[in-house]
């Protein structure tokens, strides 16, 4: 009940395209879903993060679709670029900070 | 601005000796510290997190051990090195934002290879 799903393990996608990546939950008592990156040697860095209480947020290119009856929630990258070829986590958490992480998602945008 | 440092980078090791990896948090007090392991296909593992000195909680049985000597120090450590031990080991802060939310920032990272 604790684990986070994440798919697909890996993800090419040429540049100007969408890049989606899945995540999916089983404990209901998350309210907190944040996704990371992570480029190669370095340390994951919050990318960006939703509520609940939304169906859906945007930051510039990247946007997270909640869907809270499916217990699934999506990492949507618009007009991919190489720059954005690195490690996706999708991550949840109960209200603290024990974050509990999905598998990672490798992604590769080619020019 | 807060600032985590974690060493060393990188590290090859014997079976069979101990380690000791370091993290420093600066430019904060009383930080949430975490030891995360990163395997392939396996994601982010927290191994340890602790919300003051000398207060640990071991997520996962394991051959490694932790410590925090002072606020803003964490060690991970073992006395015994097994091959399955290798991996990518990253120290963790927390800040609480709004409503209860906390954000991780994450070091830089260390690589170990046991041989």
């Known amino acids: 009940q604790q684990q986070v799903k994440q798919s697909p393990q890996s993800l090419i996608v040429q540049k100007g395209g969408i890049s989606i990546i899945n995540c999916a939950y089983e404990?209901?008592?998350?309210?907190?879903f944040p996704w990371y990156q992570q480029f190669p040697g370095k340390g994951p860095a919050l990318l960006i993060a939703i509520r609940p209480d939304v169906s859906e947020k945007k930051e510039g290119r990247f946007t997270i679709s909640f869907n809270k009856s499916a217990k699934q929630f999506s990492l949507h990258i618009m007009d991919s670029q190489p720059g954005d070829s690195a490690t996706y986590f999708c991550a949840a958490s109960r209200r603290t900070d024990k974050l509990i992480f999905g598998t990672g998602t490798r992604l590769q945008v080619f020019p | 601005s807060q600032t985590i440092h974690q060493w060393p980078a990188t590290l090859v090791q014997p079976v069979g000796s101990p380690l000791s990896l370091e993290c420093t948090v600066e430019g904060t007090s009383n930080p949430n510290l975490y030891w995360y392991r990163q395997a392939a296909g396996r994601g982010l593992q927290l191994l340890f997190y602790s919300v003051g000195i000398g207060q640990i909680s071991s997520e996962v049985p394991q051959n490694l051990s932790a410590s925090r000597p002072q606020d803003r120090q964490f060690i991970l450590s073992s006395k015994k090195l097994l091959l399955s031990d290798s991996g990518f080991y990253l120290c963790?802060?927390?800040?609480?934002?709004?409503?209860?939310?906390?954000?991780?920032?994450f070091g830089e990272g260390s690589r170990l290879t046991v041989l």
């Open positions: 404990n209901t008592a998350f309210d907190y």
């Open positions: 963790a802060w927390s800040v609480r934002l709004g409503r209860g939310v906390r954000e991780l920032f």
